[in-house]
């Protein structure tokens, strides 16, 4: 090979390499889903069965790329990364996504009837999360004498009430700016953990509900064949998106990724910002909040487009695919970011944390959702899966009982983040600086566990059991 053949091969090593392979997997995944009926029944995503197969793929040392150098590996960290990027991106077009007006109409009911309800429980269920890991990893140390970081098991409430991106944003704050080793890698494991927890608990639960006659509809009892393929049939295909381009000028698609991208950037300066200038101790929130500042840059420029009468540029419908893109990568991606030599030394006190956490998610999830007044089933189910997992988890369990979003659970699925963010930034604020001496982390949590229950009892969603 020439000179300038060697460079363009080397350009492959190993970003796109990486990214290439979850492309593959992702398809591969998608064709298996297909074909085996028990993936069917369990309604595995593509992402999470292509995950899985990388995760083995990786671990027997298979994945990787040929080079003009001949076969190179992929580091695990190299899949880490895209999954940091992934979510940091993912958060921009969340920020940039707009309200249904007639959503609008209907918040008051939402308020009162779910959104702040899956709020409140959302912090009493992260916060619960976050006790037991730290709990077990405390008692794993003082029985095994062993010596590692029991804050990892706070880890575990992020890895599963918010995603694995987030997990793997605060390990790095803490690897980066503490020294605390593996802490990415474990918390991309707890990420990928909750997905599975989400499938092995919530599909069960929503086949029991509609056994039990538990879901309000209950002429939803039949999922289409296309939904529990994964693929549309002939004849089935819909549009996804609407152009706000002429295609003589610039692709939809384009243009929407070209203005996400753009902002990302923005989002970036502001974390090299933070980082080159804020003290140290809290100069790594720079990079480690960067889908904070995503998120607030696509905010801000839909609310300056809205604010001008230009807000008919961006399509929901596109942002919302491509958001929806990155997250299938980034659950893939997940599974091939873990690193099992990070995790061998503190194998027993993560495998007990997931447990214990999935299943004291699921009872609590069940006994606040049996006592709701309205649709306390379909609420239940969904928190399941968006509190093991993210939102699509939550979403793929309640199109089981609810194929049709006759429930109001699915929307409150989309803005229940508004009642979330402000009563949750106690904790966003004090996790990355877990490692350091006399963190409030334990006793913010110990509030939150005190304090939502009250609240529940207050606005009256804990009444008599509904079923």
Known sequence: MNREEDFLSATFYPYVGAFIWISILLVFGAFLRTKISFLQKRLIPSSLI?????????????????????WMPISSKVFGVLVYHLFAFGFVGIGMMQQDKKQGEKKSKWVRNGALWMALMYCLVYALQGVTGKTIFELWKMVSGGDF???????????????????????????????????????????AMGFLCAICLGIPLANRGIKNGWIADQSSRELPVSFLKGMMGKGEAVECARTTTHPANID?????????????????????????????????????LLYTWGMIAGLVTRKVLDK????????????????????????????????????????????GTVVVAALLTYFVALWFARRMPEYGFERGLAILGCYTGTVASGIL???????????????????????????????????????????????????????????????????????
């Open 397 to 467: 369990l309640l199109r089981i009982i609810d194929p049709d979003f006759k429930s109001p659970a699915a929307v409150e699925l989309a803005i229940m983040n508004v009642f979330i963010l402000p009563m949750i930034q106690l904790v966003y604020l004090n996790l990355p600086f877990v490692p350091t001496e006399g963190s409030l982390m334990l006793p913010v949590f110990a509030a939150y566990i005190v304090l939502m229950p009250i609240a529940l009892f207050s606005f009256k969603f804990v009444q008599k059991r509904m079923w």
């Open 252 to 288: 939809n698609f384009a243009f929407h990724i070209a203005v996400m991208a753009a902002l990302y950037a923005v989002g970036y300066m502001f974390a090299l910002a933070w980082s080159v200038y804020m003290p140290k101790g809290i100069n790594g929130l720079g990079f480690g």
């Open 149 to 191: 970081f029991t804050g990892f098991g706070y880890l575990v409430g992020s890895g599963f009430s918010q995603s694995p991106g987030a997990a793997q944003a605060y390990g790095t704050m803490w690897e980066s700016t503490y020294g605390v080793q593996g802490a990415s890698s474990v918390g991309l494991a707890f990420g």
């Open 50 to 70: 292509g995950g899985l197969v990388g995760f083995v793929l990786m671990n027997t040392g298979l994945i990787g790329m040929p080079t003009a150098e001949g």
């Open 308 to 351: 001008i009468d230009c807000l008919h540029v961006l399509d929901n419908s596109s942002t919302r695919r491509i958001t929806s893109s990155t997250i299938d990568y980034m659950i893939c991606a997940v599974f091939m970011g873990i690193s099992m030599s990070d995790i061998n030394a503190i194998l027993v006190p993560f495998l």
